[in-house]
């Protein structure tokens, strides 16, 4: 086959999946991505635009389908980019992710580790407990709310969203309605004089508690405090009305300010057989039942501990980016003293609140700090590290901690098997740890995304000196 051109159709065999859902196949020896397309799937596409590795093409026809394509159950589906992989069945969904994470491990850290079966979501809709949801006003004064469409900024506009919680999700048209009845500015990319950004939700699974968020870039919004009121007077379950200020024209959702407008700055949620309180502005995992799972298998690791916890000589784990506690208390309610490492001051305050709201206060540490810096004051002693990092995963120096006072067993929940690789590979090779078991848990159904718990054992004669 000659030069490629744009404006070329191709006929592509589709054998796997790119990060964003999009289906991967080969024209020639060209790489070309085919948003819509699934592995095994032969299609015509439109050659668009080439990038410096491969094609980006457009679906034109469906020569071979997949026999794991449905029809999504969203009619938004194909446009909007919130969910890539609706038309994809769970099964399929979740033998995908499987694989992924397998050959992330084989590529990036040449492991050959066994991968669990992925633990599924036991629905694959009406799942997420929280929404942070872009706004803008059309030149008409509608307001539009929406995720972006697939490869642009360009809003899909929606009023209803099958994988929001539905009681967060019966929320969305009528605030979007009452915002279209204010003359408030709407610019979430701060192109103007500024104004509202988005619209944030959040529902307690367990407790149907909801917290109703506005994202400005400024206060300026007459009457706000007003309408702030009539949705908590108009919906009992709205526990609180708050407006988070992000002034920078970035991507960043959420500034570093929030105010309360009426009721509550935070929700109660029960997990796992304990009452957190959540903020809008702090990180829970959106998949709460997912997340729970979490835990026993957590508990199991701390469980095959040489010296186990007990009420008279309980051992210590380090909770690294321990959030508010999320999965620090259930591990002090098994009788471990934990340790608590997070950098923002506002996560640290609910853990606190949340310990003493459980009576594990006398089993919990929380300390707002750097983790890197502070696990070389922590970690020498302690029996297990837990580790839950964002999605860029470790940084050098916590690394580096790790590697310098080894703990006999760590525990790593990750949301990206690609970070998640090249860090196993570092303390693998290392020759500190080994790898004892990986689980991948699915608490992003519907998108490529998927989380991963693995841990691992302190080799024999790896103990800090």
Request: aromatic fraction near 4%; charged fraction near 20%.
């Amino acid at each position: 086959m000659g030069e490629l051109a744009a404006g070329q159709r191709c006929e592509v065999l589709i054998d796997d999946l790119g990060r964003e859902g999009q289906g991967i196949g080969r024209c020639g020896d060209a790489v070309v991505f085919v948003p819509g397309a699934l592995p095994g799937e032969r299609a015509e596409v439109l050659l668009v635009r080439r990038a410096r590795r491969h094609w980006w093409s457009q679906l034109e026809r469906i020569l071979e389908p997949s026999p794991a394509r449905r029809t999504p159950p969203c009619i938004l589906a194909e446009r909007c980019g919130g969910c890539t992989l609706q038309h994809l069945d769970p099964q399929a969904q979740a033998a995908w992710k499987h694989d992924a994470v397998r050959q992330a491990l084989q590529r990036i850290a040449a492991l050959e580790a066994e991968v669990q079966p992925v633990v599924q979501a036991d629905s694959a809709l009406a799942y997420r407990n929280r929404a942070i949801i872009p706004l803008e006003r059309a030149a008409d004064g509608r307001v539009r709310c929406g995720y972006y469409r697939r490869g642009s900024h360009r809003i899909v506009n929606l009023s209803r969203c099958p994988v929001l919680d539905p009681r967060i999700d019966a929320l969305v048209s009528p605030i979007k309605a009452d915002l279209e009845a204010t003359d408030w500015p709407i610019d979430r990319d701060c192109h103007a004089a500024g104004g509202l950004r988005h619209l944030a939700l959040r529902v307690g699974v367990r407790t149907g508690e909801v917290l109703i968020t506005l994202i400005s870039s400024h206060e300026r919004l007459a009457g706000l405090e007003a309408l702030a009121q009539a949705w908590m007077d108009r919906w009992p379950e709205v526990v609180g009305v708050t407006l988070n200020v992000q002034p920078r024209p970035d991507n960043r959702l959420m500034g570093p300010d929030t105010r309360v407008l009426a009721g509550r700055a935070s929700l109660r949620e029960r997990f796992a057989g304990l009452e957190l309180s959540i903020a809008t502005d702090t990180f829970f995992q959106v998949c709460t039942a997912q997340a729970e799972r979490v835990v026993p298998l957590l508990l199991q690791a701390l469980a095959t501990m040489a010296r186990p916890a007990s009420s008279h000589h309980p051992g210590t784990v380090i909770d690294a980016y321990c959030g508010i506690g999320t999965y620090s208390l259930p591990i002090a309610a098994a009788g471990w003293q934990v340790e608590g490492l997070e950098l923002n001051p506002g996560a640290v305050a609910l853990a606190r609140r949340n310990a003493t709201a459980n009576g594990l206060e006398g089993r919990c540490r929380f300390r707002a700090a750097d983790v890197g810096t502070a696990l070389a004051e922590r970690l020498p002693g302690a029996e297990a590290l837990v580790l839950d990092p964002p999605r860029r995963g470790l940084d050098p120096a916590v690394l580096a901690q790790i590697l310098a006072h080894p703990p006999p067993l760590l525990v790593y929940l990750s949301c990206d098997p690609a970070t998640l690789a090249r860090d196993l590979q570092q303390l693998v090779d290392s020759g500190a740890f080994a790898l004892v078991s990986v689980q991948p848990l699915d608490f992003f159904p519907h998108t490529t995304h998927v989380e991963v718990l693995s841990v691992l054992r302190r080799r024999e004669g790896n103990a800090a000196a």
